[in-house]
T-cell receptor, first 114, second 118 residues
Framework: AQSVTQPDIHITVSEGASLELRCNYS??????LFWYVQSPGQGLQLLLK??????LVQGIKGFEAEFKRSQSSFNLRKPSVHWSDAAEYFC????????????FGAGTRLFVKA | GAVVSQHPSRVICKSGTSVKIECRSL??????MFWYRQFPKQSLMLMAT?????????EQGVEKDKFLINHASLTLSTLTVTSAHPEDSSFYIC??????????????FGDGTRLSIL
């Protein structure tokens, strides 16, 4: 069965600094990978997704992620963090066959300090 | 873009009440919808997969008699929390896949329902 690990429960970065959120997955076949962001009390917003092709994917709000099959990783990056980026970030993996069942990681809370 | 509407956004009710939550795909058809539950400061846990015209598939540990799911049309799935108790208080989120999209279309999420049982 697929699984997703986000090793960092929370991360604090200074505004303007770079950011990297880690995500490791476990799935037997080619995974579909996603990053979502959730503000408190809100639903999910899709930042970016990887299905195939270029392993470096660009998303909204200046985020990007790189798929590394050898490391089973899909880390999220942003070169310069803004205070409005403070939120909860979820990595998710969906099976590429069957019903597209999606499993979420535990999430990483991002704090941005001035 | 594709929109999923979830209603109500918030509900507060007494213990023992049954609560129905609706999930609608507004501008696309969805053969498959998913129901998630999220406790405070935790991740989304998949509860069940709802398939139009057939019985839902529940994840291990989810009581199907407690959480009734109906997916009667290609645009509507409902989750009914029967005889709700305080421990059922949570944030419930639905999502839907676009029937017409390619096999790799992501899910579209609703904005969630905050359920509070007193």
């Amino acid at each position: 069965a697929q699984s997703v690990t986000q090793p960092d429960i929370h991360i604090t970065v200074s505004e303007g600094a770079s950011l990297e959120l880690r995500c490791n997955y476990s799935y037997g076949a080619t995974p579909y990978l996603f990053w979502y962001v959730q503000s408190p009390g809100q639903g999910l917003q899709l930042l970016l997704k990887y299905f195939s092709g270029d392993t470096l994917v660009q998303g909204i709000k200046g985020f990007e992620a790189e798929f590394k099959r050898s490391q089973s990783s899909f880390n999220l990056r942003k070169p310069s963090v803004h205070w409005s980026d403070a939120a909860e970030y979820f990595c998710a993996v969906a099976e590429s066959t069957g019903g597209f069942k999606t499993i979420f990681g535990a999430g990483t809370r991002l704090f941005v300090k001035a | 873009g594709a929109v999923v509407s979830q209603h109500p956004s918030r509900v507060i009710c007494k213990s023992g009440t049954s609560v129905k939550i609706e999930c609608r795909s507004l501008d696309f058809q969805a053969t498959t919808m998913f129901w998630y539950r999220q406790f405070p400061k935790q991740s989304l846990m998949l509860m069940a997969t709802s398939n139009e015209g057939s019985k839902a598939t529940y994840e291990q540990g989810v009581e199907k008699d407690k959480f009734l799911i109906n997916h009667a049309s290609l645009t509507l799935s409902t989750l009914t929390v029967t005889s709700a108790h305080p421990e059922d208080s949570s944030f419930y989120i639905c999502s839907a896949r676009d029937l017409q999209g390619a096999g790799n279309q992501p899910q579209h999420f609703g904005d969630g329902t905050r359920l509070s049982i007193l």
